[in-house]
């Protein structure tokens, strides 16, 4: 479900799952972090993130593998690989990034932003919760104001507005992030993982207090989130009523 190339010092990870819009599984969250892991013993100097088709990634798969045993936990394995690897990752948010998909693009450390993309997090849309993690690396790149309307309305940030809050890096398509990819290539490592390692040291790897982890757990457990689900079968809009 992914397909891996290598120019130089720069290695490529194209999501192929272009028939479900990129959308992640259990496995290909494996392949990515696979694949990135590596990339850095290979020693490449840096990682490109990108989307076969028009999405980057259209988040989890709400076919089924997002509310399987085991999904929150492989995609939080593989968002924390993209924020340790030493080396820089860059993605290449060639179309929309939603959900999970704005959660990969906000574990690397750039992010090259084709016109037509756009972020979203839809969690409150479907009766569930992003993690903290999430939530204040996203308040980090774009402010608290932002962050606030992302998270509590589901509205989408658009690539132009993601630009001047600083969540695109550059706008651009897969070539221009290639590009820049070689340019950082050539830059001193040791000095790009120390800075790397300071960015990160941005308030977002404390581990959530007992009523944040509660309340991710309820959220996910609920009712609501089954009726989320069924409505979604259904095509019609979900009734929560906070149960």
């Known amino acids: ?15 192929q799952r272009e028939e479900r819009r990129n959308a992640l599984t259990t496995q290909l969250c ?3 972090r696979e694949a990135v892991e590596r990339a850095v013993d290979e020693d490449a100097r840096v990682v490109v993130i990108t989307g076969r088709g028009s999405a980057f990634c259209a988040g989890a798969d709400l076919t ?40 990969l693009a906000l574990a690397s450390d750039l992010r090259v932003v084709a016109p037509g993309a756009r972020f979203a997090v839809p969690a409150v849309k479907l009766g569930i919760s992003v993690d903290r993690w ?10 608290g104001g932002p962050a606030r309307t992302v998270m509590l309305t589901s509205d989408a940030i658009e690539a132009d507005e993601a630009f001047a809050r600083g969540l695109a890096n550059r706008i651009g398509d897969l070539a221009d992030a290639q590009a820049w990819a070689q340019e950082i290539a050539k830059l001193a490592p040791l000095s790009l993982h120390a800075h790397k390692l300071f960015l990160n040291d941005d308030g977002t790897r404390g581990e959530p207090g007992p009523e944040q982890t509660a309340a991710v757990a309820a959220a996910w457990l609920s009712e609501d989130a089954q009726e989320a689900r069924q409505a979604r079968t259904e095509r019609r809009d979900p009734v929560f009523r906070g149960r």
């Open 1 to 15: 479900m992914i397909g891996i190339s290598r120019d130089g010092d720069v290695v490529t990870v194209e999501l």
């Open 30 to 32: 494996v392949e990515i």
């Open 64 to 103: 089924g593998d997002v509310y399987a045993e085991g999904f929150t936990d492989s995609l939080a394995e593989t968002l924390r690989t993209l924020v340790d690897a030493p080396i820089p990752i860059v993605a290449a948010v060639n179309g929309p990034a939603i959900g999970a998909g704005t959660q």
């Open 134 to 143: 999430t939530v204040r690396r996203l308040a980090s790149l774009v402010g």
